[in-house]
């Protein structure tokens, strides 16, 4: 008896200095300056800021040699303004799209379930929702509900294009439910774009459903989202850009106006045309004066036509280095209700809209306040339905009063969109229609209709389209 008390005795006390020197070498491996957890909040920048290089990057670059906003003129960037892409050009895309915002998204998700923060899932979903949609424009079917669940899904199913629009309307549908609940405690800082307003994230979440509505062409629902939609510019969803290097500043000014000066001009677009007023194809009219406007998207350096990137204190263009981008906007919002509008037949309630946002360029929306006092002119009064009659000043071919105002709508969204992806998409919706921007291929004669999906994935995920659908092949809301 005494032998199995002294045992057991030996044994507590092994156990004790075992524990003991445990907890002496628990954090003996722990690098505090490598975390290897981080807070639903530090997690929202870094999802966000992974959207923004889907939305601002490489994407709206090519998007826009593919739109007549700018041109490829040297190196790799001429081949794909002639539209010669491989799906390593797309790598580091997929990247931002599923590493950078849905796997990071799902964390902050389930994060902030745990003290129910409804308002940071809100926000997550809401830039999940962003990256997601511009990768179905952009690419067609892609993974939606098995991606970032690599475990159980290693080789996660392309779902067709269709059915990720309908579930990205579910979670934005998500997304407002929670901001309307009111629950879930600020993110602060750490959201980047509206320091945790939710009054500007459910406006934002009601015009990125619009959005989706319109590239699905659901008029009547796109009109119904967007009257709930972003009501001003100052509640505008963009990304706001500073002067260090490599830190903060535009991401168009750093590739265009430093980093890869010469690589992309705009002398053979077709968007500075429209907006010269020495150009034969000038948009503007008796009402309309858009010297401004053409001076602070475009810019004449060393006499080759630029995308503005001036960045001085005097005059910041549109793609200066402090230049805010746009990602979802007051701009965007009013144009879609305009268009929605007119696509329903709704000339009237579609001439108003037009004309308030027409009163909001002349008021200098739409222009950095440095051009405002610059002496470049400009000029934006209301149209009536003379104007859009046969024989008025925006109908010379005839047209139905109807379609003249939706040739006037697109046009304008054509304008408003430079340097974005969503232009792209706007093309590519109404290319078929007799009234839509008409774009003159850069090769050959066949528009291009799609990116294309990324070498890496193609390689590693056994689900993947095969065969690969091409450039020019159209993608199914297209089709």
Not at 10 to 26: G, M, Q, R
Not at 93 to 121: A, D, H, M
């Amino acid at each position: 008896m005494k032998k199995n008390i002294y045992i057991k005795t030996l044994l507590l006390c092994l156990l004790s200095i075992s524990f003991s020197c445990e907890k002496l070498v628990d954090d003996l491996n722990t690098d505090p300056n490598n975390p290897t957890d981080a807070s639903a909040t530090l997690l929202l920048t870094a999802a966000q800021l992974g959207n923004v290089s889907v939305q601002e990057g490489h994407l709206a670059r090519l998007a826009s040699m593919w739109s007549g906003y700018f041109t490829g003129s040297d190196r790799q960037y001429k081949d794909m303004a002639s539209y010669n892409v491989t799906g390593s050009d797309f790598n580091n895309v997929w990247g931002f799209v599923y590493q950078g915002v849905v796997e990071q998204t799902k964390l902050i998700i389930e994060k902030s379930e745990q003290n129910n923060n409804r308002l940071i899932q809100a926000i997550a979903k809401i830039t999940k929702a962003n990256a997601l949609g511009t990768a179905a424009a952009c690419f067609g079917d892609i993974p939606f509900t098995e991606a970032s669940n690599i475990d159980i899904y290693p080789n996660p199913a392309f779902e067709s294009q269709v059915s990720v629009y309908a579930s990205l309307q579910t979670l934005l549908d998500e997304a407002i439910s929670d901001l309307e609940s009111g629950v879930g405690s600020s993110p602060g800082a750490a959201d980047i774009h509206f320091n945790g307003d939710a009054s500007k994230w459910l406006q934002t979440a009601y015009t990125l459903k619009s959005r989706f509505y319109m590239e699905t062409k659901e008029y009547a629902l796109a009109e119904a989202a967007s009257l709930n939609g972003i009501s001003s510019s100052a509640s505008s969803f963009v990304m706001p850009h500073g002067n260090s290097l490599n830190v903060n500043e535009n991401l168009m000014y750093a590739f265009i106006g430093r980093n890869r000066v010469g690589d992309v001009n705009a002398m053979s677009a077709l968007a500075p045309t429209l907006l010269d007023p020495a150009s034969p194809t000038y948009k503007g009219n008796l009402k309309t004066d858009e010297t401004a406007r053409y001076n602070y998207h475009y810019a004449t350096l060393n006499d080759v036509l630029m995308p503005n990137v001036y960045s001085t204190g005097n005059l910041v263009g549109l793609f200066g280095q402090t230049a805010s981008y746009p990602l979802i906007t007051f701009e965007e919002n009013m144009l879609t209700i305009a268009e929605s509008k007119a696509r329903q037949g709704k000339t009237d309630e579609g001439l108003e809209i037009l004309n308030t946002y027409r009163a909001y360029l002349n008021s200098g929306g739409g222009l950095h306040p440095s051009y405002l006092s610059s002496g470049f002119t400009y000029k934006y009064e209301p149209y009536n339905l003379d104007d859009l009659a046969s024989g008025g000043i925006l109908n010379s071919t005839g047209l139905s009063t109807n379609d003249a105002l939706l040739k006037e709508i697109l046009t304008e969204r054509y304008i408003s969109f430079n340097g974005q992806i969503l232009g792209f998409n706007d093309l590519r919706r109404t290319r078929n229609e007799a009234i839509g921007v008409s774009l003159t291929p850069t090769s050959g004669d066949v528009l291009p209709e799609r990116m294309i999906y990324s070498e890496a994935e193609i390689n590693s995920n056994t689900s993947a389209p095969s065969p690969v659908p091409g450039v020019f092949v159209p993608t199914p809301v297209n089709q």
